[in-house]
């Protein structure tokens, strides 16, 4: 029905003005479809431009989501460095107060240091008068101690604590000498002459020597500083007396005359 009334109304028209109206509707329709296909560019452009925003929107995302690790991680390590040098500075007063403790004690054993060298230095005359006057045994073996500590106690190189140590060692060594029995070999000077014997020590109590045939004995007088004869009774229980101390005879009871002590 429709199409019988555009008919007619063409019919009235006329051609001309029919392909007028045609033009005019295919004009209306091609412009049409241009909009439509720049509107669709333009939308599809836009929703390019869109995937590129949304691309660097996520790169950006990205990008700030490791900032915020990376903060995070600087973050914690500035608390760990805060809690180290926080540590560190308590251990920088201690060590202060530890060395200004130590200056304070260096101070004090400067001081120590000057009042017991000259004590050492008593102690080393006290031990050699011990030795000069004592019972005569070992006497070259004390002798060279003493020569010795004196070299020692002039060594700038050596510590005063080993100083000390060293002369009370030699104190004990001289200390063991009243407690135990020995004998040994040892040259002896009588009458002018030189021979080798051997001697026995029973603690500073008593000091004999017996010739190596074993035909002459004697005993040290501390009275009068001299070696007195034994009888040839004793030079046998003296003999036996050595290989005791010697460890090779069994202990056993000895009889041999003891010199009286010092002023009885």
């Known amino acids: 029905m429709r199409k019988r009334h555009l008919h007619a109304y063409c019919l009235k028209m006329g051609w001309r003005q029919w392909l007028l109206v045609t033009t005019l509707t295919l004009l209306s329709a091609t412009v049409f479809a241009d909009r439509v296909g720049q509107a669709i560019q333009t939308q599809v452009?836009?929703?390019?431009?869109?995937?590129?925003?949304?691309?660097?929107?996520?790169?950006?995302d990205d990008q700030t989501r490791g900032m915020i690790e990376t903060y995070r991680a600087r973050l914690a390590e500035l608390e760990e460095l805060?809690?180290?040098t926080g540590q560190l500075e308590k251990m920088l007063a201690d060590q202060?107060?530890?060395?200004?403790?130590?200056?304070?004690q260096l101070k004090s054993l400067e001081t120590l240091n000057r009042?017991?060298?000259?004590?050492?230095?008593?102690?080393?005359?006290?031990?050699?008068?011990?030795?000069?006057?004592?019972?005569?045994?070992?006497r070259q073996e004390r002798r060279e101690r003493v020569k010795s500590l004196?070299?020692?106690?002039?060594?700038?190189?050596?510590?005063?604590p080993e100083k000390y140590r060293r002369l009370m060692e030699a104190f004990r060594i001289e200390a063991r000498y009243g407690h135990n029995i020995e004998t040994y070999e040892a040259p002896l000077e009588t009458q002018g002459k030189s021979r080798t014997v051997r001697f026995l020590r029973f603690g500073r109590v008593g000091l004999y020597y017996l010739t190596l045939d074993g035909q002459e004995g004697g005993v040290w007088a501390p009275d009068d500083k001299r070696w007195r004869a034994l009888d040839r009774d004793f030079?046998?229980?003296?003999?036996?007396?050595?290989?005791?101390?010697?460890?090779q005879a069994p202990p056993d009871l000895i009889t041999l005359p003891v010199p009286a002590p010092e002023g009885s």
Do not use: C
């Open 45 to 60: 452009g836009i929703q390019k431009e869109a995937a590129k925003v949304q691309r660097r929107i996520d790169q950006l």
């Open 150 to 160: 004196r070299t020692l106690m002039n060594r700038a190189d050596v510590a005063l």
């Open 115 to 138: 009042k017991l060298f000259p004590f050492l230095l008593e102690m080393l005359e006290s031990l050699d008068r011990i030795v000069q006057v004592d019972t005569p045994f070992l």
């Open 82 to 84: 805060q809690d180290y």
């Open 235 to 247: 030079l046998r229980p003296l003999d036996h007396a050595m290989r005791i101390a010697a460890k």
């Open 96 to 104: 202060a107060d530890e060395l200004a403790q130590r200056e304070r």
